[in-house]
């Protein structure tokens, strides 16, 4: 068996080779893979033509819809309202909007940031008869109203306000407004209109705006060329990617209760850093809060075939907190920064505004119980993002939030019955998700890569433990033979027993003796 170990060593050489296999190839295909996800995410001024596009805007044809559903809530029972009853809410919708982002103005710096000028718009999306009509009739409280005289008490003074206040009302007739309350069209409260109550109570309240909407619907870079957003391409630190670093020329909201300062911080929600994993956190910049928002993945969902971890809202950012002037749960009090914008003084006078999640869930029930008729179900209102870990592009998407005002016995001048309520106006439902043809482009340029690379890994392995194994059983064959008693040259058994012996046979010579001497 002389072959054994010279054959055992040529088996070491394909072994060595399936190991440096196994631990290059499949990490150069996985650097070559996080390569190709880095160029496909990075926005520079020499990135792809898609990697380009995706991010200067959002409705190229093949892209997915920005859908954006608009819903209001309507009080049914106003006359009992006025008594000192709950109002009893209806709501109304959807009211279907497609929303178009567009970047302007674009310059990348050498720090490896991207400044632009953003565009937002709404167009209708078709619709049949069996959606509601923008021309559905809403009796909500008189939001307008109640600006105007938050601006006049800060000028005058409550009490001279309620005063003034009376006068105008009592020589204003418009069947639309009824005390504190006012009908108003959707498209009206969606779209804006001319308010011909503003317009009196602007003799009381020098530069009110005169004109109401909910909804803007341009912040166009015409309109505001200078208001410029600044964020990270993460070209020089992947971790750091699409995190806003200037918002509106703004770095920070100060009008926030001092000394608190927010930073502006995080991502718009579209792209975060890559190789997330379930636990972990992501912060996205919230302008409708004027504040940074911890988000974090809690399961795993599918798209498509392609695996997606779904981030939620952290609780405790609903906390209440005298930073932001926040006194309930789940109830984001946004009144100091809308009045007085980003670096106005804080605590300015301006109509109680609050955001919160849909049919105020996960708010606090001394809030939610001041009204009748919401229906909470955390799959439907509750904000999510659902986001492609390997990438961090986010696949799927929907932002909720409801905003409400405030009304109670401080207007009893105006209605001496109401009840101390915060009242939901209306909640938008803002969502997207990846098109088929893209989730499958997804799986064909990522997932082939790494089933390429587990292949090439486990076949290295294989080959490996067999050339291994074979190794072993060649080069210790010599020792498992002399321990069995065989011969390692020849393979004969060596049993441990002597030769039995042989005494030499005497008598032929004895016989030619007994000859010889006759």
Not at 58 to 86: C, E, M, R
Not at 457 to 462: N, R, T
Request: with cysteine; charged share 20%; net charge negative.
């Amino acid at each position: 068996m002389r072959w054994q170990v010279p054959t055992g060593l040529c088996c070491l050489l394909p072994l060595v080779l399936a190991v440096l296999v196994a631990c290059l190839i499949p990490r150069h295909i996985n650097k070559a893979l996080r390569g190709g996800v880095k160029d496909q995410i990075v926005w520079s001024a020499n990135s792809p033509p898609d990697t380009y596009a995706r991010y200067v805007r959002d409705d190229h044809p093949g892209d997915p819809t920005v859908q954006t559903d608009f819903y209001l809530l309507n009080i049914t029972n106003l006359a009992g309202v006025k008594a000192g009853s709950k109002p009893v809410l209806q709501q109304l919708g959807p009211y279907l909007y497609k929303k178009h982002t567009v970047k302007r103005n674009i310059w990348f710096d050498n720090r490896g940031r991207v400044a632009f000028t953003r565009d937002e718009f709404y167009t209708e999306l078709p619709s049949n008869s069996l959606f509601p009509s923008l021309d559905d009739v809403v009796t909500t409280v008189n939001v307008p109203l109640l600006g105007a005289l938050a601006k006049a008490h800060s000028i005058f003074g409550r009490f001279v306000a309620i005063q003034l206040l009376l006068e105008v009302l009592a020589s204003f007739h418009d069947p639309n407004v009824d005390g504190l309350f006012m009908k108003r069209t959707v498209r009206e409260l969606l779209w804006g209109y001319n308010d011909p109550l503003l317009q009196k109570l602007k003799l009381l309240a020098p530069g009110l705006d005169t004109r109401f909407q909910l909804v803007p619907n341009t912040t166009a870079s015409s309109l505001h060329p200078s208001r410029q957003d600044i964020v990270n391409t993460g070209v020089n630190n992947i971790s750091a990617i699409w995190d806003t670093e200037v918002w509106s020329n703004h770095t920070a909201i100060n009008s926030w209760r001092p000394p608190h300062s927010e930073p502006v911080q995080g991502s718009d929600g579209t792209q975060f850093r890559p190789d997330l994993t379930t636990g972990d956190s992501i912060v996205v910049w919230a302008p409708d809060l004027f504040r940074s928002a911890s988000m974090t993945a809690n399961s795993t969902v599918s798209l498509e075939g392609v695996r997606l971890l779904r981030f939620g809202p952290d609780p405790s950012q609903g906390e209440p907190s005298p930073a932001y002037y926040q006194t309930f749960q789940g109830l984001m009090n946004v009144t100091s920064p809308i009045a007085a914008g980003p670096e106005g003084r804080a605590g300015a006078a301006g109509p109680p505004v609050f955001l919160s999640n849909a049919h105020f869930c996960d708010v606090d029930s001394a809030v939610a119980d001041t009204v009748l008729g919401l229906n909470c179900s955390l799959n439907e209102h509750v904000t999510f993002l659902d986001v492609e870990p390997i990438t961090g592009i986010t696949m799927r998407a929907a932002k909720r939030l409801m905003m409400s005002t405030e009304y109670g016995p401080e207007w009893q001048a105006v209605e001496p019955r109401v009840k101390r309520t915060f009242l939901p106006i209306f909640w938008v439902e803002e969502k997207s998700q990846a098109t088929a043809a893209q989730c499958n482009d997804f799986k064909k340029q990522v997932y082939s890569a790494q089933k390429a690379s587990k292949l090439v890994l486990w076949v290295a392995v294989g080959v490996a433990c067999f050339f291994g194994v074979l190794a072993v059983v060649l080069l210790t064959a010599p020792l498992w033979d002399k321990r069995h008693g065989r011969d390692p040259e020849t393979g004969v058994e060596d049993n441990g027993q002597q030769e039995p012996f042989l005494a030499p046979d005497m008598s032929g010579g004895a016989a030619a003796a007994a000859a010889s001497d006759d």
